[in-house]
């Protein structure tokens, strides 16, 4: 039996008007579609970003998909639907909007897509309970962004989240969101090239460095997007500042390296010597096929990196492709 090839991490922006998209503010998020299979993705009355139809119109995702071979993907809300920064009853009742919404876009193609949820992480008594009622729904994990209004994912409270999903089994992928240093790259996507590798670096040494690995189950299904950033090239680095200064490892038993099998890593690093490096920190068994499709900063012909790498063997590549996500996600 061939292995389906699954994509963990491709985003969706679904139909959200802009009387919606207001229940966050004058500044809330919505989708214009101009009709012609493209659209802008609104922040209030101001465009946000270009986009193509298969962000929201799931018969050309697919369409798309079996041009590139990949069987399933794993669908998230693009990051800009997050809603962190308002009220929590509110919270709730847009993550339930949005993942709502997720489940009718997933609804005609139950075997080709299949969603993630998002949850008012700035209450973790809510998001606990939307976490829950959206898996039941259909969602077969939840998305998260690496910080949540300068809160790192050690904190306490997102910690305590952290232990719900481990003890209902929900598998989480943690995106970046609101970079550090946001200010300081204001120009040329440095926020998306620098930015976001130095986020998702810093969200992981964060969980590392505070001993949070230590309390969090073993059974934690935790993922990170981008191949897990700046964390793979600058381990070295990590295990160098643990050994030489005791404030480093004050609350870690052991180096950051000795931590590399308690999560995974997306294998979106567009090019092979950085993948080489990826799986050589992780192992071939913590590493997932993710494109970042449909947007641009993503891998143009999603699959084309694993599958032409020079160095993975055929199980290896396997596993990759498709199999550790079957067994990540329990497809």
């Known amino acids: 039996m061939v292995t389906p090839v699954v994509d963990i991490h491709a985003h969706f922006f679904p139909r959200i008007t802009r009387g919606q998209g207001a229940m966050l503010g004058s500044a809330g998020p919505w989708l214009r579609d101009d009709g012609d299979g493209t659209g ?16 929201w119109d799931p018969a050309v995702r697919v369409a798309q998909m079996d041009v590139h071979g990949i069987d ?9 639907l997050f809603g962190y920064g308002t009220d929590p009853v509110v919270a709730r009742s847009w993550a339930r909007l949005v993942n709502d919404l997720a489940l009718e876009m997933c609804d005609d193609y139950p075997d080709r897509l299949r969603p993630l949820c998002q949850v008012p ?9 939307e976490a ?7 969602h077969v ?11 790192n994912l050690d904190d306490p409270e997102l910690e305590r989240f952290l232990h719900h999903c481990a003890e209902e089994g929900i598998p989480v992928l943690v995106h970046p969101w609101e970079p550090v240093g946001a200010d300081r790259m204001s120009h040329h996507m440095l926020q998306w090239i620098v930015g976001m590798p130095a986020e998702t670096h810093l969200a992981i040494l964060s969980l ?7 309390r969090l189950p073993r059974e934690l299904r935790l993922c990170f997007a981008h191949g897990g950033g700046s964390f793979s090239a600058q381990l070295g680095r990590a295990d160098n500042a643990w050994h ?21 890593v997306d294998s979106a690093v567009f090019d092979d010597d950085a993948l080489r490096l990826l799986v050589s920190v992780m192992g071939s068994e913590r590493v997932m096929l993710g494109s970042d ?4 900063l993503g891998e143009e012909h999603p699959g084309k990196l694993v599958r032409g790498s020079a160095f993975l063997d055929d199980r290896q590549r396997g596993t990759v492709l498709g199999g550790n996500a079957i067994q990540f996600f329990d497809l």
């Open 40 to 55: 802008q993705l609104m922040v209030g009355g101001d465009e946000y970003r270009p986009v193509e139809a298969s962000l």
């Open 132 to 138: 829950s009622r959206s898996v039941a729904a259909g």
């Open 244 to 264: 030489r200064r005791d404030l480093v490892r004050a609350d870690c038993p052991d180096p950051p390296s000795h931590y590399t099998d308690r999560f995974s």
């Open 293 to 296: 499709t449909p947007f641009p």
């Open 141 to 151: 994990g939840v998305h998260v962004g690496t910080q949540v209004s300068g809160r």
């Open 208 to 214: 590392i460095l505070s001993g949070a690995f230590e």
């Open 72 to 80: 399933i993907q794993i669908v998230s809300a693009t990051p800009l």
């Open 121 to 129: 992480l700035q209450d973790v008594d809510r998001a606990c309970a």
